[in-house]
T-cell receptor, first 114, second 114 residues
Framework: GAGVSQSPRYKVAKRGQDVALRCDPI?????LFWYQQALGQGPEFLTY????????KSGLPSDRFFAERPEGSVSTLKIQRTQQEDSAVYLC????????????FGPGTRLLVL | AQSVTQLDSQVPVFEEAPVELRCNYS??????LFWYVQYPNQGLQLLLK??????LVKGINGFEAEFNKSQTSFHLRKPSVHISDTAEYFC????????????FGPGTSLSVIP
């Protein structure tokens, strides 16, 4: 079985541009997480989905960030009107959702806002 | 609030020497503990985890970690490192919420010197 995949792997955006980052979790995984990893830092939680329901979005840094998972599988993280401080690696992870679970991470999307 | 501290941001070590990467956490409730490894341009991969039971946990690639409740520590060790162990290592705490929200430490960069 394939692991978690993310696309694009690299994205360069001009300040003010909207971007959309895609995550394909492992098939059958109920839980899906988005993290933001700044250079030299650990991943920071952004949001959590259980199937299609977004149960926690407390980590989203501003209302310019929006995430969805409409059919409980693929998820998209959208950033509107990008700013330079949005430059980071965006990681997606999924798990079975049974508790005390290992999270399986994708390779990340490296976003650079100029 | 829960937090994770990794005191050493960079650890250089010679090949075949032992290594210890330190992790301390703060939490008012019991937690699950994890170590993840991130190789260059790859996603995070689970090394090992502590849920309960024996405080000495063995993981992949010859790594082990010991949970010390009184010192709130979860240090990672390997008796003899290899060049291929060069990577970023992240300690993480699962706060045992309904969906396993995880807090990551800032990471330790391990460089193995031939």
């Amino acid at each position: 079985g394939a692991g978690v995949s993310q696309s694009p792997r690299y994205k360069v955006a001009k300040r003010g541009q909207d971007v959309a980052l895609r995550c394909d979790p492992i098939s059958g995984h109920v839980s899906l997480f988005w993290y933001q990893q700044a250079l030299g830092q650990g991943p920071e939680f952004l949001t959590y989905f259980q199937n299609e329901a977004q149960l926690d979005k407390s980590g989203l840094p501003s209302d310019r960030f929006f995430a969805e998972r409409p059919e409980g599988s693929v998820s998209t993280l959208k950033i509107q009107r990008t700013q330079q401080e949005d430059s980071a690696v965006y990681l997606c992870a999924s798990s079975l959702g049974l508790g005390a679970e290992t999270q399986y991470f994708g390779p990340g999307t490296r976003l650079l806002v100029l | 609030a829960q937090s994770v501290t990794q005191l050493d941001s960079q650890v250089p070590v010679f090949e075949e020497a032992p290594v210890e990467l330190r992790c301390n956490y703060s939490s008012s409730v019991s937690v699950y503990l994890f170590w993840y490894v991130q190789y260059p341009n790859q996603g995070l991969q689970l090394l090992l985890k502590y849920l309960s039971g024996s405080t000495l946990v063995k993981g992949i690639n010859g790594f082990e970690a010991e949970f010390n409740k009184s010192q709130t520590s979860f240090h990672l060790r390997k008796p003899s490192v290899h060049i291929s162990d060069t990577a970023e290592y992240f300690c993480a705490v699962d706060m045992k919420t309904s969906y396993d929200k995880v807090i990551f430490g800032p990471g330790t960069s391990l460089s193995v010197i031939p």
